[in-house]
C-alpha cells in the first residue's frame, strides 16, 4: 500500500467516524453491563481474569472488543469513573452499537496476582486466546463469533503477540505502541519506577517479589501537556496498578513473533501525535500515519490491511487525554468499515 493511499484512509477513517460520533451526557442510555469472572491456566495453576462485558441498551453487538489495558493499569484506562463518562470507552462504544469486554491482566485489579516472574508477555497472550476461546463458546452467558482485541501500550504488545501466535482473532486495534519504542521514554518510565510496597504506596496484599509500581505523583509522564484534565491525574493515581519482572523482560517477545509470523487479521494502528515514546525526534519521525504504518509494515501481513490514525496533540494515554473523541472515532468508524457485514 503506497503511502499516499495509507494516508487517504487515515483521512477517511477520521471523518467517517466524525460523521457517526455518539452525543455525550446524561442523555445517553447506559450501557448494560455486567461482572464476570474467567478461570485461564496459567503455569499448571488456575487464576481467574476479571472482565466486564458490556453491550448497548438493544443487546449484545455481533462485534465484541476485547480491550486489554497496558503497563500500571487495569480496566480502569479504558473506563475511568465519574467526569460525566468522558473517559468510558465502553460508554462510548455502546452509545455506537458496540459490546466490549474489558478485562484486569492477571497481576492487576480485582484479577489473580501469580509469582511476578509467571506474569509475561507470553503468559498474557495465552491467557487472551483462552478467553477469546470461551468467549467463542459462549462460556460467558453470550457467545460473539467475531472478536476484535483492543490494546493499549503492553495491552498492544500483549494483542499482537496473541494474534501472531494464535491467529484466533477477527482484527486488532493496536493504540499506544509502535515497535520499537524510544530509549529515552523508555528509561524515563523506568527511572520512575519502584518496589511494590507500602511505601510506595502499594496495599500489603499486592505487595509482592518482584512486583513493581510506578512512584507516586508521576502520572503525568503519559500526557501531553494541555490536553489532559488536572483533575484526571488524581483518579489516575487512584487507580494506580503495579506491574512485574517478567512483563519488563519479555517486552522484545511480541517483536520477534510478529517478525516472523506477520498479523494476517485487519488492523488498525491509533497513536498519540506528542507520545514521548514514538513521536519524539531526532530519535524517531514525527508521527504521520503514513509514518506510523510504515514503520509497523514488517510486523503485518499484506493482508491486514494496516491502517493508521493519528490523535492530533494527545500524548501516551490516548483514551484519557481531553481529545479522546478523535481516536475514540477511528476506531469505531474502523470496525464498523472493516466489518460491515
Known sequence: MTTMLRAALAVTIAAAGMAMMPARGHAEADPVCREVDIPVQLSGRTE????????????????LQVLIPGITYD????????????????????A????????????????????ALDVTTVSHA????????????????????????????????????????????????A???????????????????????????????????????????????FYTAGNYDPELLAADERYRQTDTAGEMMTVPIPW???????????????????????????????????????????????QSNLQAHVQPGSGHNIALSLNNDDGYNAMIAWIRATFAG
Open 48 to 63: 481467574h481474569m476479571w472482565g466486564e462485558i458490556c453491550d448497548p441498551v438493544g443487546g449484545p453487538s455481533a462485534v
Open 75 to 94: 480496566h480502569h484506562y479504558w473506563d475511568m469513573p465519574g467526569f460525566d463518562g468522558k473517559y468510558s470507552y465502553p460508554r462510548y462504544a455502546a
Open 96 to 115: 455506537a452499537g458496540y459490546s466490549t469486554l474489558a478485562i484486569d491482566r492477571l497481576g492487576t485489579g480485582n484479577s489473580s496476582r501469580p509469582a
Open 126 to 173: 495465552d491467557t487472551v486466546h483462552q478467553l477469546v476461546q470461551a468467549v467463542r463458546r459462549g462460556d460467558l452467558g453470550e457467545r460473539w463469533n467475531t472478536v476484535v482485541t483492543v490494546g493499549h501500550s503492553l495491552g498492544t504488545l500483549i494483542a499482537e503477540q496473541e494474534a501472531a501466535v494464535y491467529r484466533d482473532v477477527d482484527g486488532v486495534i
Open 175 to 221: 493504540t499506544g505502541w509502535l515497535i520499537p519504542p524510544g530509549v529515552v521514554a523508555s528509561a524515563g518510565i523506568l527511572a520512575r519506577h519502584g518496589v511494590a510496597t507500602p511505601g510506595n504506596g502499594v496495599p500489603q496484599q499486592d505487595s509482592l517479589p518482584l512486583y513493581f509500581a510506578m512512584t507516586p505523583g508521576n502520572r503525568a509522564f
Open 256 to 302: 520477534a513473533s510478529a517478525a516472523l509470523a506477520p498479523i494476517s487479521a485487519p488492523a488498525l494502528l491509533v497513536v498519540g501525535e506528542s507520545d514521548s515514546f514514538f513521536c519524539t525526534p531526532p530519535e524517531h519521525t514525527v508521527c504521520t500515519a503514513a509514518q506510523a504504518a510504515e514503520s509497523q509494515r514488517w510486523f503485518f501481513a499484506p
